[in-house]
């Protein structure tokens, strides 16, 4: 474990994706109870505390309700009802359907986006979110609070960036329909969840972790505010902590 000297976020590293999905689920399942509100993420990084969590209620070694409601970290705009990579399509698939969780997110296809997003950052305040479930971006964002988000920033319309948009190519069928916008949690509205739990795998992700956790807490590495947030966990493999041949 490292914990960097003034900084709140905990690094726990793990040999493997199933010891670090494993350790997640421990950590978000403590914090709930059935009638709390989970932040949900999108993403590869958290498919396997998805999947852990939902194997242990089926086992009955988990409560068979972990939680009344799913809330959305972020949607793209513009994309059809219903569509596949739509980030509530995605949510409901991965792992709320499994948990009974009822979905709530922004409206993708607002005709006042602005307003839309508005909205949900006051629902997702008033829903109280016992536990944030996060990834973390190549370049070290959250949600799509891109680089140069206001540590302070409101949930709003964003516009991704060009490495975002080819990242995510990659659920699509070519780089021209992924959309250019979206509504994210703002990081301040990230910030209000009583418990932060970031995970990331694979050495690609190396360099935004160690910025997160060693860097200045900056709008250049927005996951740097996890520093700021009193019961903050970045769950890692080794390669993603950047030890040296791990991952190859
Ligand atoms: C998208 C999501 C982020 C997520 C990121 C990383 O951009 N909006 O919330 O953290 O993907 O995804 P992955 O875990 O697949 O690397």
Known sequence: MTQPLGATARHLVRDD????????????????????????????????????????????????????????????????????????????????????????????????????????GREVAEARVAVQVLGIGRNGHLGFNEPGSALDSRTRVVRLTETTRRDNARFFDSLAEVPTHAITQGLGTIMQARRLVLIALGERKADAVRAALHGPVDP???????????????????????EPGADR
């Open 17 to 120: 994706a199933d010891q670090v999905a494993a350790t997640a689920a421990d950590l978000i399942l403590e914090a709930c109870d059935d009638e709390c509100s989970v932040g949900l993420a999108t993403g590869s990084s958290p498919l396997g505390a998805y999947d852990e969590i939902v194997r242990r209620v089926r086992a009955g070694t988990a409560p068979r309700r972990v939680a009344r409601r799913g809330y959305l970290l972020d949607e793209y705009l513009g994309l059809p009802v219903g569509d596949r990579n739509s980030y509530a399509s995605v949510i409901r698939r991965e792992v709320a359907d499994a948990l009974g969780l009822e979905v709530r997110g922004p409206d993708g296809q607002a005709a006042d986006p602005d307003a839309e997003a508005e909205r949900y």
């Open 220 to 242: 250049a590495c927005p996951a740097s505010v996890l520093q700021r947030h009193p019961d903050s966990y970045l769950v890692t493999d080794r390669a993603a902590a950047g």
